[in-house]
């Protein structure tokens, strides 16, 4: 496999507290990998130093080849490197479909102009119609329920045709039928080709989805590996899956 996204040394300090030290670790090209670590383990900081929402005080990361020492979010997300929050990001005034045509990457002037009303628009109810968001493409966004926003804002990621997705905790505070719903999305979509890297926090469902894992604590990786390795390694049991 072709590695996609190379993290190295990459490492933050808030005050005297290092959140994330050190952390290196790869992203192989068609893969579903997991970045889990108990509260605190720094999962989230290193998400965003890699898609740049936060700088980092040291270390580099390489996607698709390309060295980025600083990187950008809209350079990342036009070379293909999207990404979801933990608490949902949706324009609340636009409509759900508007909210995916915005994620396309143009102006928003081109939210009016013909571009928008043939190809983006097209992909944009494709998309909503596979995340079963057809009937609310014209609600305003606020109006979806929780569950709701998350399947908006991971059906805008894919607006991009991005080659990586990185999804922060997508299951956490959504019912069972939810989760279930999301995984089936990810599996679908990673078989059309797009590789994702995952935080979460549901074990059950980062064993059966995600290969390989990789294991943070105290920000620094401490084991990677298959799930069933990851499952019986002492270190994983002392740092996360035993407590």
């Known amino acids: 496999m072709t590695t996609l996204l190379e993290v190295r040394g990459l490492t933050k300090s808030f005050g ?24 605190g383990s720094g999962k989230t900081t290193a998400f965003n130093m890699i898609t740049g929402y936060l700088p980092a005080d040291s270390g580099s990361l390489r996607f698709a080849g390309t060295p980025y020492r600083r990187p950008d979010p809209a350079k990342l997300y036009r070379r293909g490197l999207t990404r979801t929050f933990q608490q949902a990001r949706i324009f609340g005034s636009l409509s759900v479909r508007e909210n995916l045509i915005a994620a396309a990457g143009h102006r928003w002037t081109a939210l009016l102009g013909p571009r928008a009303a043939r190809a983006d628009r097209a992909r944009a109810d494709e998309l909503l119609d596979d995340f079963g968001l057809s009937e609310k493409a014209d609600l305003k966004a606020a109006e979806l329920s929780y569950g709701q ?35 089936r999305h990810v599996r679908t979509r990673n078989e059309q080709g797009v590789t994702f890297l995952i935080v979460e926090h549901d074990m059950p469902l980062v064993m059966r989805l995600c290969d390989p894992v990789v294991v943070l604590d105290r920000g620094r990786p401490i084991a990677a590996g298959r799930p069933a390795d990851i499952q019986a390694d002492p270190r994983v049991l002392d740092a996360y899956l035993g407590e």
Request: net charge negative; glycine share 6%.
């Open 16 to 39: 005297g507290v290092r959140a994330v030290d050190d952390c290196s670790f790869d992203v192989e090209e068609g893969s579903v990998t997991a970045l889990i670590g108990p509260n």
């Open 149 to 183: 926003r998350k399947l908006c804002e991971f059906a805008a990621v894919l607006m991009a045709q991005p080659r990586l997705v990185l999804l922060d905790e997508p299951t956490a505070g959504v019912n069972p039928v939810m989760i279930e719903t999301m995984e």
